[in-house]
């Protein structure tokens, strides 16, 4: 009687742990559509500002998000197979595959963390320089393009403040025709005085200027790109806990 009660507790436990993986899957791969979600809104986002950075840090913690959302969707539907079936070898696959898209996870919430703190410091050093020598300048139209928008969106001139392009390539050379900074500094589109004249009515005056607004920008974002990296893999660990436990399970099932 208590070898059938023991077989029956046996099984009940095998059961709640198959319940639980499903249960793990189905937030895993809602957990995967955010990553997968926030690695191509980062990029689509920011893809006018990429060329302004020194450094590729940026872009690539957002690439690997997206490695790691994609993956979620086929180790998600390897996990379900390997629930259903039952089988050691295909537990095993899946443990594999979670412990390798919690790792990519884990690296992009790094990435995105240790540039976050070295964000402000590479923003001073290479904005003004990227600002003054590299726009309008032949084969730079990224750039020039990554400026103006920088410009109009967030409403601001030059890169600490509107004085910083009179020590410009561009400012300086005879393609400027008299304008004291770029159309992109300006308010409104008024003929003759577009960006022939700095005056607070005609061109945007912010505090700290386009570098203070980039930097906020940006690390709002390496924040999410960093929480969500790190919270997804902190729930691929349940995940593997559980098929941990189910394969125990399975491996001790004489049948």
């Known amino acids: 009687m208590s070898a059938v009660y023991k077989g029956d507790q046996e099984d009940w436990l095998t059961v709640c742990l198959?319940?639980?993986?499903?249960?793990?899957?189905?937030?895993?791969?809602?957990?995967?559509?955010?990553?997968?979600?926030?690695?191509?809104?980062t990029l689509v986002e920011k893809s006018d500002y990429l060329s302004l950075l020194a450094s590729?840090?940026?872009?690539a913690s957002a690439y690997i998000l997206i490695l790691a959302g994609s993956l979620v969707v086929v180790t998600g539907f390897l996990g379900c197979c390997a629930v259903i079936r039952e089988q050691r070898s295909c537990l095993s696959v899946y443990f594999v595959c979670l412990l390798?898209?919690?790792?990519?996870?884990?690296?992009?919430?790094?990435?995105a963390y240790v540039y976050y703190q070295r964000l402000s410091e590479e923003l001073k050093q290479h904005l003004t320089q990227t600002m003054t020598e590299n726009y309008a300048q032949p084969g730079k139209e990224t750039i020039t393009l990554a400026v103006n928008s920088l410009q109009q969106d967030f409403k601001c001139c030059g890169s600490n403040n509107s004085h910083d392009w009179m020590a410009s390539v561009y400012i300086s050379s005879k393609q400027a025709e008299g304008r004291v900074v770029p159309d992109s500094c300006c308010k409104t589109i008024t003929p003759y005085?577009?960006?022939?004249?700095d005056h607070p009515s005609n061109v945007y005056k912010v505090e700290g200027g386009c570098?203070?607004?980039?930097e906020?920008?940006?690390a709002?974002?390496?924040?999410v790109i960093g929480a969500v990296g790190i919270g997804v893999a902190c729930l691929q660990i349940c995940g593997m806990v559980f098929t941990c436990f189910l394969y125990r399970r399975i491996k001790l099932d004489p049948y």
């Open 56 to 59: 590729s840090t940026f872009a």
């Open 220 to 223: 709002d974002h390496l924040l």
């Open 211 to 214: 570098i203070t607004k980039l």
């Open 18 to 41: 198959k319940y639980l993986l499903f249960v793990f899957n189905f937030l895993f791969w809602v957990g995967g559509a955010a990553v997968l979600g926030v690695g191509i809104w």
């Open 100 to 111: 390798l898209v919690f790792l990519i996870e884990l690296v992009a919430g790094v990435l």
């Open 216 to 218: 906020r920008f940006l």
């Open 193 to 197: 005085y577009w960006g022939r004249r």
